[in-house]
């Protein structure tokens, strides 16, 4: 069965400080994988998508960055973390052609 | 006009209660529809897929009217359980599988 994993589950990081988050999905091949924010109080935001090795599409223009290095890794990145970056961060992925997508347990990230 | 607009609630009711979520999205070209269930700090999870004809599952029943572009979630006989926030979520239209959240209304279920 396929399983989703993503670490670290919480994270207090200063502002202007780097970030890496990791996501791993097994039991699949070539998933779509998909990045998204949900700040308190709102919605979940995408934030970037990849439906292949080395591609990545952004759907919003900020200080953060998604590179899919091999086919089941999708990672989240930033040079300089702002308080705004603060929110619930998580990582999903989907087979497809309409189907739904599978999060993992997320990471909740406080910029102080 | 948001892509998916949702009840914006908080719903509370008793035990038993049948409670119904209400939903409207805006891309007449989506194609596909799905309720997720997001409990308190947890990540959401796929409740259920709503498709044309209507379906249900066990006391869940998930309704699509495409026309109006309108979707609905009937729980019934209501259990402390569901209390969660509940997401309606589109799959829009010519998108490379992205998926839209509505901002979600949350459910509680009182004793």
């Known amino acids: 069965s396929q399983t989703i994993h993503q670490w670290p589950a919480t994270l207090v990081q200063p502002v202007g400080s780097p970030l890496s988050l990791e996501c791993t999905v097994e039991g699949t091949s070539n998933p779509n994988l998909y990045w998204y924010r949900q700040a308190a109080g709102r919605g979940l935001q995408l934030l970037f998508y990849?439906?292949?090795?080395?591609?990545i599409s952004s759907e919003v223009p900020q200080n953060l960055s998604a590179s899919r290095p091999q086919d089941r890794q999708f990672i989240l990145s930033s040079k300089k973390l702002l308080l705004s970056d603060s929110g619930f961060y998580l990582c999903?992925?989907?087979?497809?052609?309409?189907?739904?997508?599978?999060f993992g347990s997320g990471t909740r990230l406080t910029v102080v | 006009r948001k892509e998916v607009e949702q009840d914006p609630g908080p719903f509370n009711v008793p035990e038993g209660a049948t409670v119904a979520f209400n939903c409207t999205y805006s891309?007449?070209?989506?194609?596909?529809f799905f309720w997720y269930r997001q409990d308190c700090r947890k990540e959401p999870k796929l409740l259920m897929s709503?498709?044309?004809s209507g379906n249900e599952d066990g006391r869940f029943t998930a309704q699509l009217n495409r026309a109006s572009q309108y979707i609905s979630l009937l729980i019934r006989d209501s259990k402390l359980s569901d209390s969660a926030t509940y997401l309606c979520?589109?799959?829009?239209?010519?998108?490379?599988?992205?998926?839209?959240f509505g901002k979600g209304t949350l459910l509680t279920v009182n004793p």
């Open positions: 999903a992925w989907s087979g497809g052609q309409g189907s739904g997508y599978t």
């Open positions: 990849s439906v292949g090795i080395g591609q």
């Open positions: 709503v498709y044309s």
């Open positions: 979520v589109v799959l829009s239209g010519g998108s490379n599988y992205k998926l839209t």
């Open positions: 891309n007449s070209a989506s194609q596909s």
